[in-house]
């Protein structure tokens, strides 16, 4: 199923910054930020959604809670929620996240620690087994229909 | 986009297409998808389906599925487009080019510069092939010194040795045991190898196992 294309929306308080444009240096949002221009420096969004649009450029660390990435980054990614990676994207560095998507067509070089967000709080001492670090998110795998093949095995 | 040479194959929903294949396939967005069993797959996650937290290189590029496999089990994968970096770098024409030792290098820089990592598997998929000998060399060479000691490579050749082009496939790993082929069109082999050749291939390994299968498809895997 295509995904919609994220689009800049100012009247749902998501900032914008214009093809046109170009930053050097640190940004701190406290809105969802579409970035189509080009930016180095650092991103950092904390609870919120960054997209880089199709003709964004990027070069440098990237911080959010849900980063989309329809144009160019190059740098590493920390999207605690959900990073997407969408056809003809080009994303170069590693990347930290909880969930990621990728589309077919989209180009990525770096590598991938999936990292399952911290469990709320609770009053109960149900918690007592320590968990590891970094654990894997359940993802739905294929579904395309296997089907057997005959191999023959020969040892060295 | 793909730079990749290969045929266009009409758009469309998913058709099954008869012929030879001994398994399912399926004509699906543009791509001739076969799904298999792959014993090379089953003995390459024997080795890391009891530990958590080992690092897998991936050298087809990302894709879901694979993606999806692998962090599940609980491992960091790292993604190379290798063939996509090999045409950046060298062309798609002319394979001759791969017995420059710049690009070589350039090459090796681009693709398996990790000064500070070493892996515990490698899925290196179909991508030798299309490598002359001196280029194939020195990516051995440079495998040999990014892996862990014991840990395995799985690696595919076509064993068609009169073949011209071959079919140019995406490698979807679908669970531990099966494979999904996503056939992205067809490319020109730099070399066709056989058993002995392989044998002498991966001669400073420790071992190379090797599983024959019905779709002219060799699938090796190595152990460091």
């Known amino acids: ?156 | 986009m793909l730079r990749r040479p290969g045929a266009t194959l009409p758009p469309g929903p998913a058709i099954i297409v008869p012929g030879n294949h001994s398994s399912a396939t399926t004509l699906f967005n543009k791509e001739l998808v076969t799904s298999r069993a792959s014993r090379g797959l089953e003995q390459f996650f024997a080795f890391l389906r009891d530990q958590v937290g080992l690092s897998v290189l991936d050298l087809a590029g990302a894709s879901q599925q694979n993606i999806n496999f692998i962090t599940n089990l609980g491992h960091r994968l790292y993604s190379e487009d290798f063939v996509r970096t090999l045409d950046d770098v060298f062309g798609e024409a002319d394979p001759g080019d791969q017995a420059n030792q710049g690009r070589i290098d350039q090459f090796l820089r681009q693709t398996l510069n990790f000064e500070n990592e070493q892996f515990d598997g490698v899925l290196v998929w179909d991508v030798l092939q299309y490598m002359t000998p001196a280029l194939l060399a020195a990516t051995l060479d440079r495998l040999r010194t990014i892996v862990r000691p014991h840990a395995y490579l799985l690696a595919y050749f076509h064993a068609d040795e009169k073949a011209q082009q071959v079919p140019f496939y995406s490698f979807r790993i679908k669970d531990s045991q099966n494979l999904i082929l996503a056939q992205r069109g067809t490319r020109k082999p730099a070399q066709i190898f056989n058993n002995r050749s392989l044998e002498k291939l991966f001669q400073k390994f420790e071992s190379v196992k090797f599983f024959l299968t019905k779709e002219q498809l060799r699938e090796v895997i190595v152990r460091r």
């Open chain 1, 1 to 156: 199923m295509p995904f919609k294309t994220p689009e800049p929306d100012s009247s749902r308080g998501q900032a914008s910054i214009g093809k046109a444009v170009k930053i050097n240096g640190q940004i701190y949002s406290k809105e969802d930020l579409y970035v189509d221009g080009d930016v180095e420096g650092t991103i950092e969004l904390q609870e919120h959604r960054l997209t880089i649009g199709p003709n964004g450029k990027v070069h440098s660390s990237v911080k959010a809670r849900e980063v989309v990435v329809l144009g160019n980054i190059q740098g590493n990614v920390d999207a605690s929620d959900k990073l997407e990676i969408r056809k003809d994207a080009r994303l170069v560095g590693d990347i930290k996240t909880a969930r990621i998507i990728i589309e077919d067509g989209a180009y990525f070089k770096g590598s991938i620690d999936i990292v399952k967000p911290e469990p709320a709080k609770s009053g109960g001492s149900a918690s007592s087994q320590p968990r590891p670090p970094q654990q894997a998110t359940p993802v739905a795998a294929s579904n395309t229909q296997g089907a057997a093949a005959v191999a023959a095995e020969m040892k060295r």
